[in-house]
């Protein structure tokens, strides 16, 4: 992992492989459904690099931004919320997704070891992806009804 060319064939192979895939794209990519010599089952694998192989440098930095943005608003919507408890489940769902984009955009690089998280709402499967959906909805809720005070119980 550390250092993949002391091994390119051995357990460094998908290293090496990922970062020729990477420095062919160019700023435009290889082109929609490009076949990828370097790594069969790229697009089910690792969908980053990918996207980056297929559609360029440029779709890649502005899929990197929106995933940005896009956690930036699950912290800014957390930070909004009145009630405690909607504000600890936004915090949550910021953590898990945030989490999920950054590792995967950071294993795709080779920064960290490759293991099996999705990239949310892009990668392929259905059960993450109906996870993320739900998520989705739930922190959608959430902000929906962030200006509610929480109710004050009385005692009597």
């Given at each position: 992992?550390?250092?993949?060319?002391?091994?390119?064939?051995?357990?460094?192979?998908?290293?090496?492989?990922?970062?020729?895939?990477?420095?062919?794209?160019?700023?435009?990519?290889?082109?929609?459904?490009?076949?990828?010599?370097?790594?069969?089952?790229?697009?089910?694998?690792?969908?980053?690099?990918?996207?980056?192989?297929?559609?360029?440098?440029?779709?890649?930095?502005?899929?990197?931004?929106?995933?940005?943005?896009?956690?930036?608003?699950?912290?800014?919507?957390?930070?909004?919320?009145?009630?405690?408890?909607?504000?600890?489940?936004?915090?949550?769902?910021?953590?898990?997704?945030?989490?999920?984009?950054?590792?995967?955009?950071?294993?795709?690089?080779?920064?960290?070891?490759?293991?099996?998280?999705p990239?949310?709402?892009?990668?392929?499967?259905?059960?993450?992806?109906?996870?993320?959906?739900?998520?989705?909805?739930l922190?959608?809720?959430?902000y929906?009804?962030?200006?509610?005070?929480?109710?004050?119980?009385?005692?009597?």
């Open positions: 992992f550390w250092k993949p060319h002391q091994d390119p064939l051995g357990s460094s192979y998908m290293y090496v492989q990922i970062e020729r895939a990477i420095q062919s794209a160019g700023w435009y990519g290889n082109g929609f459904a490009a076949p990828a010599r370097y790594l069969p089952d790229i697009q089910s694998d690792i969908v980053y690099v990918y996207l980056i192989y297929s559609f360029g440098w440029l779709a890649g930095i502005g899929l990197a931004i929106g995933f940005a943005a896009f956690a930036g608003w699950l912290v800014r919507s957390a930070l909004q919320i009145r009630d405690e408890y909607g504000k600890t489940l936004m915090c949550g769902i910021a953590a898990t997704i945030g989490f999920q984009i950054a590792y995967n955009l950071l294993m795709s690089f080779g920064i960290v070891p490759l293991i099996g998280i990239l949310p709402f892009v990668s392929h499967g259905f059960s993450h992806f109906v996870a993320e959906m739900a998520f989705l909805g922190a959608l809720a959430i929906r009804r962030r200006l509610i005070a929480p109710s004050t119980a009385s005692s009597d």
